[in-house]
């Protein structure tokens, strides 16, 4: 099979999987695919090039990264074993398997937002415990949609969630809210917005902390969710939400609904 | 690149000869980051894009001119402050390399 192939294939099968390519120095145009499980794949010219490059490419698979990065001939990295040899550069292009999102609630809010999700990328998932709502039909545009309850929901797929992930609250029903937002704070997940009013929130807010919830894990939660750009359909909540999820990963100062204490609809 | 697949599929399907543009490094403002990837096959048909559209004729140009020639990787590199990317007009103001390969493998 060639490397195009076995590329393709855990591409499509959402498997991580990157490319290394030598861009300049001998052998350019060379290429090593390298994947989390496997061993390295084709080779860059030489076996200790192809052994020091395979394990930087799966640091930089595991860090979802694409990079260029400098050698010797064999695989010299010390800048003293790099001196009077050629360079060898070679780019790291990691492909990682799309994000999820995880949306509670099976309302108007949550197709909306299921559609955005889909457009930045996101494997979406949609859980209601409610039979009636939580169907395939009324959300097409989702990956899996699942009739169940929050706690066994992330005693199967919790583990697995992320930094890159997001689990987004809009049920307004504290028997489903407040499991739902214990078992993400139990997760690594990078982003965690629960819908409602600041009064809402207060209320739920109490219902957490009789819950065991503490004040760090409370700090975690982007409540109300989204950012303050006066959205009020569905459609515009969707994007203050993705618009907050995007400045939360890189640290930008927008401003979050959270922060403020004003009215959410003016 | 995983939206290039279907069409790069296609192409290898119907024998058709590829090139593979790939954005490796941007420096300044860029509108793609690196991995962003475009091809072009042998019919001069193209998917994918590596900038805003601003370098994108520029690219098939180089990669028409790799597949009916040596058929050798090239890197490529289209900024504001040199000639020919003046010509073709990356208004961000930034630098984009671009690592250009015969998808052969």
């Known amino acids: 099979m060639s490397l195009y192939q076995l590329f393709s294939e855990r591409t499509r099968a959402n498997k991580p999987v990157a490319l290394a390519t030598v861009i300049d120095g001998p052998n350019i145009g060379a290429m090593l695919l390298v994947t989390p499980d496997n061993a390295a794949q084709g080779t860059l010219g030489n076996a200790e090039l192809d052994r020091v490059v395979a394990r930087d490419t799966q640091g930089e698979l595991e860090a979802g990264r694409t990079s260029v990065r400098h050698y010797g001939p064999q695989g010299q990295t010390t800048p003293e074993d790099l001196v009077n040899t050629p360079t060898v550069r070679v780019f790291i292009d990691a492909f990682s398997p799309p994000p999820t999102m995880v949306i509670f609630g099976a309302v108007d809010f949550t197709s909306a937002l299921a559609r955005v999700a889909k457009v930045l990328g996101y494997h979406v998932l949609v859980c209601d415990a409610r039979e009636v709502f939580a169907t395939k039909r009324r959300f097409p545009m989702a990956d899996e949609v699942l009739v169940t309850w929050p706690a066994p929901l992330f005693v199967e797929r919790g583990a697995q969630l992320t930094q890159r992930d997001a689990v987004c609250i809009l049920t307004h029903d504290p028997k489903f809210d407040v499991p739902a937002v214990v078992g993400a ?8 917005g629960v819908m409602g009013s600041r009064k ?3 209320k739920r807010i109490e219902r957490l902390v009789e819950a065991g919830v503490t004040e760090e894990q409370l700090r975690r ?25 995007i400045a939360r990963r890189t640290g930008r100062g927008a401003p979050s609904l959270r922060d403020g204490d004003g009215p959410i609809h003016k | 690149m995983r939206e290039l697949l279907n069409d790069i599929d296609r192409w290898k399907a119907a024998g058709k000869q590829i090139a593979l543009a790939r954005v490796i490094d941007i420096e300044g403002s860029g509108p793609r980051d690196p991995g962003a990837a ?3 096959n042998e019919d001069g048909e193209v998917i994918g894009s590596v900038s805003g559209g601003c ?17 050798q990787p090239k890197l490529v590199k289209f900024g504001y402050s040199d000639d020919e990317a003046f010509a073709v007009g990356l208004t961000c103001g930034g630098i984009i390399h671009l690592f250009i390969q015969p998808l052969t493998w």
């Open chain 2, 38 to 40: 475009m091809a072009v």
């Open chain 1, 221 to 245: 939660l982007m409540s109300p969710i989204g950012l303050d750009i006066g959205a009020r359909t569905p459609e515009e909540t969707a994007i203050s939400i993705c618009g907050e999820i």
């Open chain 1, 185 to 192: 704070l139990a997760t690594n997940v990078g982003y965690i």
């Open chain 1, 200 to 202: 809402t929130h207060a």
């Open chain 2, 55 to 71: 370098v994108e004729g520029a690219v098939v140009a180089e990669a028409l001119a790799i597949l009916n020639g040596d058929k």
